[in-house]
Nanobody, 119 residues
Framework: QVQLVESGGGLVQAGGSLRLSCAAS????????MTWFRQAPGKQRELVAS???????IYADSVKGRFTISRDNAKNTVYLQMNSLTPEDTAVYSC?????????????WGRGTQVTVSS
């Protein structure tokens, strides 16, 4: 089936940058949308950025102007370029995809990657 694997997380100082990747693998016919979520300890999961086929990217207000979501359809990969990071960005970042396999539509979550921003 389909798997989503995030990478690129780590520890960075405030003001620094990270680039997250989420690669989808398996029997994928097409990807309708890919979304980055994040969840900090004790807080509710929130949408960070999302990109759907034929649509403009969507961003949370808290990351507009700092984060950029992009995708490489040939690689079935979505990226999240994160600039000007602050400690408030510390969270587990997970990707989600709505996609079609050869037979049906699937919604899949990755396991997440930790982003820690130190002051």
């Amino acid at each position: 089936q389909v798997q989503l694997v995030e990478s690129g997380g780590g520890l960075v100082q405030a003001g620094g940058s990270l680039r997250l990747s989420c690669a989808a693998s398996g029997s994928i016919l097409s990807i309708l949308s890919m979304t980055w979520f994040r969840q900090a300890p004790g807080k509710q999961r929130e949408l960070v950025a999302s990109i759907a086929s034929g649509s403009k990217p969507i961003y949370a207000d808290s990351v507009k102007g700092r984060f950029t979501i992009s995708r490489d359809n040939a690689k079935n990969t979505v990226y999240l370029q994160m600039n000007s990071l602050t400690p408030e960005d510390t969270a587990v970042y997970s990707c989600h995809a709505d996609l079609f396999t050869g037979t049906t539509k699937y919604s899949q979550w990755g396991r997440g990657t930790q982003v820690t921003v130190s002051s």
